[in-house]
């Protein structure tokens, strides 16, 4: 690895990360995996994929690295309930619930109703958690995020001790969990003898943010390429800042540039939630060739981006590439009618 332009060490960046408030859940290292066979159909490049899927803890996924730092802070803070929310089938609203049951806390989720609001996949998991499941018409993003705080308010009123896990706070304490998860890479890669020289990911916060982060701070040639899920107008803010607010927490003398964010809105398709060809074709692609599962929402359309790429010669055979497997899987229960058309 080159360490030339290096802000810190590896052992430091952790020791700074370790520093934050913290809850010891989930199972890492996560896997770095070969995908040969996958490398091989696709006609190269090397491709390995980082398993945030086995994180453990209601079968795994990113959050579950984010949420030791913001249910960390929760508890840190005195807190006894969780509020979260985001759409019907949320990866991150199920690794939440679960998350508090683990530890003993109460969770209030207030999901935004849309196309999926089937009880299965990720809604039906939160159900089995026990915690308070309520379907709103409020749309994802500032309008829901009211709601949350104003249930907040009300637990408050009740004589809870809610934390809301909302961005922008959020969306910073993610940038920590993935400049930890960039560090977890570094080692990876010099123990497998390898140099990645882009790693991939559905990402259009926080999770990408991290990347960028700890790749800069490690002084890493590995390059991060976003694919977003979904639009949002002010992404690119959002990424900086997140990354940025990670820096200062992590009191590194970091600063991103939005002209270091590689980010696509190219595969989202009609809307987030919304399955593509594209997208449909790369998750069988990857359950045949290596037995791994994509989510629909993310790491599906994320994964056609990669292709695309490939076949348009973006990236060349001779290069090496980490693809950030982020979960999700259980919403592919929500999807079981599109997945076995065989129109599609």
């Known amino acids: ?63 579950i690295r984010q949420l030791i730092f913001t249910i ?15 759409t019907a089938q949320s990866n991150h609203c199920r690794q939440a619930a679960a998350v508090a049951a683990q530890l003993g806390l109460k969770c209030y989720l207030r ?57 922008p706070r959020s969306t910073a304490l993610a940038a920590v969990a993935f400049s930890w998860c960039m560090a977890e890479i570094h080692q990876q890669q010099q123990e497998m003898g390898i140099e990645a020289d882009l790693i991939y990911a559905g990402s259009a916060g926080g999770t990408q943010a991290g990347l960028i982060l700890g790749s800069k701070a490690l002084g890493m040639k590995l390059q991060s390429v976003g694919v977003s899920p979904i639009y949002w107008e002010d992404k690119i803010d959002r990424i900086q800042q997140a990354a940025n607010s990670a820096a200062e927490l992590l009191k590194l003398d970091i600063q991103i540039d939005g002209n270091e964010i590689n980010n696509t809105d190219a595969y989202i398709g009609q809307a987030y939630g919304v399955l593509t060809p594209e997208c449909i074709q790369a998750l069988k692609i990857v359950a ?21 790429h490939i076949r348009k010669g973006q990236i060349s055979s001779d290069q090496t590439v980490i693809f950030l497997h982020t979960g999700g899987t259980p919403a592919l229960f929500a999807y079981n009618q599109e997945l076995t058309d065989v129109s599609i």
Request: proline share 6%; aromatic share 6%; charged share 20%.
């Open 111 to 167: 999901l935004s109703r849309n196309h999926k609001s089937l009880v299965q996949g990720n809604l039906l998991l939160d159900h089995l958690t026990g915690a308070n499941v309520e379907l709103v018409d409020a749309p994802f993003g500032p309008e829901l995020d009211v709601v949350k705080y104003a249930v907040a308010d009300q637990l408050r009123a009740d004589g809870l001790r809610p934390y809301v896990i909302a961005a």
């Open 1 to 63: 690895m080159n360490q030339e332009n290096s802000i810190v060490t590896r052992l430091d960046l952790c020791r700074r990360i370790e520093s934050l408030p913290r809850v010891n859940i989930g199972h890492y290292p996560t896997p770095l995996e070969p995908c040969p066979r996958l490398s091989k159909a696709l006609g190269g490049p090397k491709i390995y994929i980082k398993r945030e899927d086995c994180s453990g803890v209601a079968f795994g996924g990113n959050k």
């Open 288 to 308: 045949q060739m290596e037995g791994v599962f994509l989510d629909p929402v993310y790491t599906s359309k994320a994964f056609a981006g990669l292709i695309d």
């Open 72 to 86: 960390g802070e929760a508890m840190y803070q005195g807190a006894d309930t969780i509020v979260h929310g985001a």
